[in-house]
């Protein structure tokens, strides 16, 4: 650190303020949509709104919000309303500039002690003091940053909404196309290959998230652990259900990277008669959420483990079938937008990689400002 720099304890930094302006919200209370909004000390910047004036913050902005249980820092410079307990407000010290100290305070690294306070940990961290024309300079070029992540969030959030506008537009109503309308059963194949196990040998399952977040590999066992399991060898290019949380969307497709791996009973796999069916499409379908309303159709029971799907009732589920050529048309729209969204995710990973390294570099003077 540059020997002109300070280096002061947090708490030296900043002062706490209270919400002067009434009670604290509890999380029931929170409207989706209101003319105030209600920061709390969860993840999302807005957590719902009020409409009530008499809760909104009193005191002068800009305030740094801290969520005490959760860690987690807010910059806000607009009229808002204070959410749940836990919710504690920073208010920069006379010489320390608001922005500045939160972006010192951000890179702090706390402790993870889980649901537990973390205030009082916070308050003795040290921050590093420059002179406070370096605090502006070093806070404008780290909210330039800020600001290109927050852009490139806000075009991945853009994408999602296209993709699930153009899933629902096109297969909202799968009984209104001038498509033929066919069972699943009538154009896929089980495909069942059962392994022999072997107590000695490595194997490899997998399995699926649920949401449409695909397929993951689990670590190698021997034979030895799976007892008397039945596990059959994956084959690629098939659709693939975890048959106890199919209604939560936990389908996927196969590929050749999981050619060597396995999977119990409890994963049917399924391949589409290329004559008529592309494997894409399909999953797209039964992917789209009116898909996931004829998966529940067929996953009757309870919540949880007891909502098993009926692999019978499931291939009797009819969807719409156009021409291959126009299945491949379907298939390239969502194809483009996923791999735009992608891309994005790339580089938004990048963009943040990217911050850390360098507010690191700022805030501890190896890499200098010009003021």
Same mark, same amino acid.
């Given at each position: 650190?540059?020997?002109?720099?300070?280096?002061?304890?947090?708490?030296?930094?900043?002062?706490?303020?209270?919400?002067?302006?009434?009670?604290?919200?509890?999380?029931?209370?929170?409207?989706? @949509?209101?003319?105030?909004?209600?920061? &709390?000390?969860?993840?999302?910047?807005?957590?719902?709104?009020?409409? &009530?004036? /008499?809760?909104?913050?009193?005191?002068?902005?800009?305030?740094?919000?801290?969520?005490?249980?959760?860690?987690?820092?807010?910059?806000?410079?607009?009229?808002?309303? +204070?959410?749940?307990?836990?919710?504690?407000?920073? @208010?920069?010290?006379?010489?320390?500039?608001?922005?500045?100290?939160?972006?010192?305070?951000?890179?702090? !690294?706390?402790?993870?002690?889980?649901?537990?306070?973390?205030? #009082?940990?916070?308050?003795?961290?040290? +921050?590093?003091?420059?002179?406070?024309? %370096?605090?502006?300079?070093?806070?404008?070029?780290?909210?330039?940053?800020?600001?290109?992540?927050?852009?490139?969030?806000? +075009?991945?959030?853009?994408?999602?909404?296209?993709?699930?506008?153009?899933?629902?537009?096109?297969? =909202?109503?799968?009984?209104?196309?001038?498509?033929?309308?066919?069972?699943?059963? #009538?154009?896929?194949?089980?495909? $069942?290959?059962?392994?022999?196990?072997?107590?000695?040998? =490595?194997?490899?399952?997998?399995?699926?998230?649920?949401?449409?977040?695909?397929?993951?590999?689990?670590?190698?066992?021997?034979?030895?652990?799976?007892?008397?399991?039945?596990?059959?060898?994956?084959?690629?290019?098939?659709?693939?259900?975890?048959?106890?949380?199919?209604?939560?969307?936990?389908?996927? !497709?196969?590929?050749?990277?999981?050619?060597?791996?396995?999977?119990?009973?409890?994963?049917?796999?399924?391949?589409?008669?290329?004559?008529?069916?592309?494997? %894409?499409?399909?999953?797209?379908?039964?992917? =789209?959420?009116?898909?996931?309303?004829?998966?529940?159709?067929?996953?009757?029971?309870?919540?949880?483990?007891?909502?098993?799907?009926?692999?019978?009732?499931?291939?009797?589920?009819?969807?719409?079938?156009?021409?291959?050529?126009?299945?491949? /048309?379907?298939?390239? !729209?969502? &194809?483009?937008? &996923?791999? #735009?969204?992608?891309?994005? %995710?790339?580089?938004?990973?990048? $963009? /943040?990689?990217?911050?850390? %390294?360098?507010?690191?570099?700022?805030?501890?003077?190896?890499?200098?400002? @010009? +003021?």
């Amino acid at each position: 650190m540059p020997t002109h720099w300070k280096e002061k304890l947090a708490e030296e930094c900043f002062e706490t303020v209270t919400n002067d302006s009434g009670s604290n919200f509890l999380t029931g209370e929170y409207l989706p @949509k209101g003319k105030f909004p209600i920061v &709390d000390q969860g993840q999302v910047p807005v957590a719902g709104y009020t409409n &009530d004036p /008499k809760r909104v913050f009193t005191q002068p902005l800009p305030i740094i919000v801290f969520g005490d249980h959760t860690c987690v820092f807010k910059f806000v410079d607009f009229p808002f309303a +204070v959410g749940a307990d836990g919710t504690k407000l920073l @208010k920069a010290r006379a010489g320390i500039d608001p922005q500045f100290l939160y972006q010192a305070l951000t890179a702090l !690294v706390l402790p993870n002690n889980g649901y537990s306070r973390h205030f #009082s940990v916070l308050r003795k961290m040290r +921050v590093p003091s420059p002179s406070l024309p %370096e605090q502006r300079r070093i806070a404008a070029i780290l909210s330039e940053a800020d600001a290109a992540i927050t852009c490139n969030e806000s +075009v991945i959030r853009q994408a999602h909404h296209l993709r699930r506008t153009a899933v629902s537009a096109t297969f =909202s109503g799968l009984k209104t196309y001038p498509w033929p309308i066919r069972s699943i059963g #009538s154009m896929v194949t089980l495909i $069942r290959k059962p392994v022999a196990v072997r107590v000695d040998a =490595s194997y490899r399952e997998i399995g699926i998230r649920s949401h449409g977040k695909g397929i993951f590999h689990k670590e190698p066992v021997f034979g030895s652990r799976l007892g008397n399991k039945r596990v059959f060898h994956i084959e690629p290019d098939c659709l693939i259900l975890n048959i106890v949380f199919a209604w939560e969307n936990a389908v996927a !497709v196969t590929t050749a990277e999981e050619r060597s791996m396995i999977a119990s009973h409890r994963f049917p796999m399924f391949r589409p008669d290329p004559a008529v069916l592309e494997l %894409e499409y399909l999953r797209h379908i039964i992917q =789209s959420p009116r898909g996931v309303e004829l998966l529940r159709s067929v996953s009757p029971g309870g919540a949880g483990r007891n909502k098993t799907l009926n692999q019978s009732d499931f291939l009797g589920l009819r969807i719409p079938v156009p021409s291959l050529q126009v299945q491949r /048309k379907i298939i390239s !729209v969502f &194809d483009e937008i &996923d791999n #735009s969204i992608r891309t994005e %995710e790339i580089q938004l990973n990048a $963009r /943040k990689r990217a911050r850390r %390294e360098l507010a690191r570099r700022l805030l501890t003077g190896e890499l200098r400002v @010009k +003021v």
